[in-house]
């Protein structure tokens, strides 16, 4: 039976209207996560903006999470810092961060570089050169003067020290120039703590790097030792820069020896002396020592310094010439004449003489 009257509207009731709320309520709330899910990843994923260059971090020990976080913020490596720690909370990294110098890049994620604080960074580094043509004292002292070293501890490895079977330490001379050309000159990386042991091992493993099978081969092909080798290296560093007489200075040497004449090379009787003179005086020529090429036959007994593996590789593969003789051109550009007769080298003799003001 009808009436007159309809039923109430359900959505106009107060039930209805809440709910309308709660459902509206739920889709921001929903929407809020959603958004708040895909800024994490994005802020997580996404590269800090930057060039991708290597950007030096260090982690002092006990550092935590949150000072991480601003560490790499302050870098720019990271975007935000409440991330990085929800993010390392969820991911159970929180608190197991390892102190430690890293090279990080503002073109890694953060999730990558949460990786790498994990591994644990490099232990810190110093570094050091040797330039060409030191002798193991020289080397000793420039190191001790940049307070990487104790220079008498320095010395007494160099001369006692066990470093291991090299092959080619089994031919060197029982003295305390006994590494003498085999402190490789490079610019090395070696850790903080390293001692005076650990960094002529360094230079040790570096020459032994570059002196391969070939070298070896070469030096037996040749009838030499590896000793001998270095030595006639160690020469040709000392005679001369210019790195087109390298083979030629090594000609020149070998030439000599093979017939039997006395090196007469200046660079050794510096070495007898044991100090540097701008000229030598005839006295210094009498000087009595086994490296005195002036007095004895053959070669040193031993390397004179450290040469440059360019220097080892002429001593390998000396050009083939018929020259016996050098000297300083008169231009005085430390480049060389050389000559086959003994007249062409009293001529080129006369020549730098005059040139020197002689």
Known sequence: ?????????????????????????????????????????EAQEAPAPGDGAAVAVEVPEGAGTAAIARILKQGGLIKNERVFRLKSRLDKLDGGYKAGSYELSKAMTMAEIMAELSKGGRAREKRFTVPEGLRVSEVGAKLASEGLVDAGRFAEEAATGDFGDYRFLRDLPKTGERLEGYLYPETYSIREDADEHAVIGRMLAQFDSLFTEESYNRAEEMGLTVNQVMTVASLIEKETKAAEEREIVASVIYNRLKKGMRLQIDATVQFALGEHKERLLYSDLEVDSPYNTYKIDGLPPAPICSPRVECVMAALYPAETDYLYYVLKPELDGRHNFSSAYNGFERDKAAYIKAIGG
Do not use: C, E, N, W
Not at 4 to 15: F, L, T, V, Y
Not at 31 to 40: E, K, R, S, T, V
């Open 1 to 41: 039976m009808r009436t007159g009257r309809q039923a109430p509207s359900r959505k106009g009731s107060p039930i209805g209207r809440r709910a309308a709320a709660l459902a509206i309520s739920a889709a921001i709330v929903a929407l809020a996560a959603l958004g708040l899910f895909y800024y994490f990843q």
